[in-house]
C-alpha cells in the first residue's frame, strides 16, 4: 500500500517536526565578558529542529502555513542556508520547491554541496543571471518564473517578509527578562526586525551584519513597516564585522572561531554566528556593555560538515 502523503503543512504538520521550542538559553562563563561583568548567554535556536535550524525555523514557518501545501519558488545564492531550509521543509512536509540561484554560470559546473542538498531534496534549481537576479522582485521577472514553474507561493531572498518577521517576535518573547541585550548576525534583516519587536521594555536589540553596504537599516525599517505598521522595539547596527562581505571570512575570524569552540564546546558557524560572537566579545572590551548587564548571543545556525569552513564562498541568505 502506497504511504499516505503528508498533505499541507498546517499547524498540525509543523508540529509534527517537533522542534524544540522555546529554545535553550545557557549561560557561559568566559573571562573577556566577566572582567567587565557582564554576562554572556547562548540562545541555542540552532537546536530547533536539525533541517530547519535556527532564524530559519522561525522565518519558514509563518509563511510555509501561508502557503498551506503549495508549491514555493525562493531565492538565495549558491550557499544559500535559505535555499537548503526551503528544500528541506519540501521533502519533509511534501510541497514542491523551486529555488531561483544567482548566477547562471553555475548551471554548468558541478553543483556544490549546498546546492546538491537542496536538489536530493527535491528542489528544482533554476539558475538565472546576476541582472535578473537583482530585478527578482520585477513584476515582469516573477511573472517569467512563475510561467516556468507553475503557480507558487513566492518567499523573498532569506525568507525575510512582514511573515517572517512576525515569526521572529517568538525569539523576542522568550527572551523577554533573560538578557538586557539580545545581538544576532544579520543577512536580510528580518530576524533582527521581529526579535526587536519581541522584545520588552528596556530590553534592545543588536545586529551585526554579515555583508557590506549599510542599507540594512532601511531594510529593517522596511519590514517593521510591513510587519506591524511602523518601528517596533529598540534596535542599532554594528556594521564593522562583516569580514569583507556577504561569506567572506579570514584567518583571524577561523582562528577566534576555533578557540571559541575550545573554551565552549560549541560548534561556531563560521559565516554567521563566529562575526557574532567576535563582535560581542570586541564590544564587550571596549564597554559597550555596563557593569551587571547580560548579553544573548542568538546562535541562528550550525557549521555545515559538507563545507569547508574556509571555503571561497560567495553567496549566502540568512
Not at 558541478?110 to 528544482?124: F, I, Q
Not at 564585522?241 to 584567518?251: E, I, K, N, Q, S
Amino acid at each position: 500500500m502506497p504511504a499516505t502523503p503528508p498533505g499541507p503543512p498546517g499547524p498540525s504538520g509543523l508540529s509534527r517536526l517537533r522542534p524544540v521550542l522555546p529554545s535553550p538559553l545557557l549561560p557561559v562563563e568566559d573571562d573577556r565578558f566577566g572582567r567587565y561583568g557582564v554576562r554572556l548567554l547562548l540562545k541555542r535556536d540552532d537546536l530547533i529542529h536539525p533541517d530547519l535550524p535556527g532564524n530559519k525555523w522561525r522565518k519558514l514557518a509563518p509563511n510555509l502555513l501561508a502557503a498551506a501545501g503549495r508549491p514555493v519558488l525562493t531565492f538565495g545564492g549558491a550557499y544559500s542556508n535559505h535555499l537548503r531550509a526551503t528544500a528541506a521543509a519540501g521533502r519533509l512536509l511534501g510541497f514542491r520547491t523551486v529555488g531561483v540561484v544567482r548566477g547562471d554560470e553555475l548551471a554548468h559546473r558541478p553543483l556544490n554541496p549546498t546546492l546538491a542538498r537542496c536538489a536530493a531534496d527535491g528542489m528544482r534549481l533554476h539558475f538565472v543571471d546576476r541582472r535578473t537576479y537583482r530585478a527578482k522582485a520585477d513584476p515582469e521577472v516573477l511573472a517569467g518564473l512563475l510561467s516556468a514553474h507553475g503557480e507558487c507561493e513566492v518567499i523573498p531572498e532569506g525568507g525575510s517578509n512582514a511573515l517572517a518577521a512576525q515569526g521572529c517576535t517568538e525569539l523576542g518573547h522568550e527572551l523577554r527578562g533573560r538578557a538586557d541585550v539580545a545581538a544576532v548576525a544579520c543577512g536580510t534583516g528580518g530576524t533582527l526586525a521581529g526579535l526587536a519587536a519581541g522584545l520588552a521594555p528596556g530590553q534592545r536589540a543588536l545586529g551585526v551584519p554579515v555583508l557590506r553596504g549599510g542599507f540594512l537599516g532601511d531594510a529593517v525599517r522596511g519590514l517593521q513597516q510591513e510587519a506591524f505598521g511602523g518601528p517596533a522595539g529598540d534596535w542599532s547596527l554594528d556594521e564593522r564585522f562583516h569580514f569583507g562581505g556577504y561569506a567572506r571570512t579570514t584567518p583571524a575570524l577561523h582562528a577566534f572561531a576555533d578557540d571559541f569552540e575550545d573554551r565552549h564546546g560549541l560548534p561556531v558557524e563560521r559565516l554567521y554566528v563566529a562575526k557574532l560572537l567576535h563582535a560581542l566579545t570586541t564590544l564587550a572590551g571596549e564597554g559597550a556593555f555596563p557593569a551587571g548587564s547580560a548579553v544573548a548571543a542568538v546562535i541562528t545556525g550550525r557549521p555545515d560538515p559538507a563545507e569547508p569552513s574556509g571555503a571561497p564562498q560567495s553567496d549566502s541568505s540568512r
